[in-house]
């Protein structure tokens, strides 16, 4: 498992400006369509694009605080949050 950190550092300004979920109108053409091939997460048109509260450069800190306030051990809080990337990138690349 790892976090997949895809929206810019500083959030998505036009889902920032529309105050996270006027732009999903625009998203949703791509969600139905991973629906429509059957990937399992996609089953339900998403309330907005970013998570409120996650659009912002400060929302890495946020997802790991949860990790460890849910009980997940400071070691494995870090492999979730790029330690498995890098392991599989040094494995695969190393």
């Given at each position: 498992m790892g976090i997949a950190n895809d929206f810019p550092c500083g959030g998505e300004?036009?889902?920032?400006?529309?105050?996270?979920?006027?732009?999903?109108?625009?998203?949703?053409?791509?969600?139905?369509?991973?629906?429509?091939?059957?990937?399992?997460?996609?089953?339900?048109?998403?309330?907005?694009?970013?998570?409120?509260?996650?659009?912002?450069?400060?929302?890495m800190e946020r997802i790991h605080d949860a990790l460890l306030a849910s009980g997940l051990r400071s070691s494995d809080a870090a492999k979730v949050m790029g330690g498995n990337w890098l392991r599989v990138l040094t494995d695969v690349l190393g």
């Open positions: 300004p036009r889902v920032q400006v529309t105050g996270n979920d006027g732009a999903v109108e625009n998203y949703l053409p791509w969600w139905r369509e991973m629906r429509g091939r059957g990937l399992l997460g996609f089953e339900n048109d998403p309330p907005h694009v970013a998570f409120p509260g996650l659009n912002s450069i400060d929302r």
